[in-house]
């Protein structure tokens, strides 16, 4: 499939934090996706008390409203800005502490204990540092990762997961040839390619 000159186009680090640090900031949504509601059955599978991913999490709203169910999250994102955004929009008090095994990164987790977001490059993280999950709400991540770092990204989370796990994943699909991204087109063929 076509996907225009997106093949070979980057989005830096320091893109994302300008994003954020201008409020250029159109893919969060305030009141947390509707997909995420239509197909929360298909994520929990039945089942209570899961360990839930947010890759490159923003201040995604569905993070507190998951963990308010009983649900412990556990979110990565690279802007500390949002991070902090995202507790002090939900009055959620926090603590911060370094992760020794990352350098410069940081986690920020609710006092309550069923948030942690760490804050660094998502391919800074492993299953030993974070652990493995049961569910993965991907709504804003594959869409975001430079194309070219597709496969590294898919088996990161891929390591992440139990095997038993629930993943759900939201795209976009749009004329590559007419939008730069991101969000990034990845098409279906792409998304059975990567994850099986």
């Not at 204990?113 to 709400?137: A, E, R």
């Not at 390591?159 to 990845?186: I, M, Q, R």
Request: proline share 5%; aromatic share 10%.
């Amino acid at each position: 499939s076509d996907v225009g000159s997106q093949k070979e186009r980057v989005v830096t680090e320091e893109e994302w934090l300008q994003k954020w640090e201008m409020g250029n900031i159109g893919f969060h949504k305030e009141q947390g996706h509707p997909l995420l509601q239509k197909y929360l059955d298909v994520l929990l599978n039945g089942r209570s008390g899961l360990r839930i991913f947010f890759p490159l999490c923003g201040k995604a709203v569905e993070m507190k409203w998951l963990a308010d169910m009983g649900h412990s999250v556990v979110g990565v994102e690279i802007c500390e800005q949002a991070v902090k955004e995202f507790f002090s929009e939900h009055s959620l008090p926090y603590c911060e502490e370094p992760v020794p095994e990352i350098s410069g990164a940081k986690m920020f987790q609710s006092t309550s204990g069923n948030i942690s977001l760490y804050c660094c490059s998502i391919y800074d993280l492993s299953s030993s540092i974070v652990g493995k999950f049961d569910g993965v709400w991907d709504r804003g991540a594959l869409v975001a990762v430079n194309p070219c770092d597709r496969q590294r990204y898919a088996s990161l989370m891929i390591s992440l997961v139990e095997k038993n796990s629930s993943y759900l994943l939201a795209t976009v699909s749009y004329d590559p040839n007419k939008h730069k991204g991101p969000p990034f087109y990845v098409p279906e063929s792409e998304v059975r390619s990567l994850f099986g």
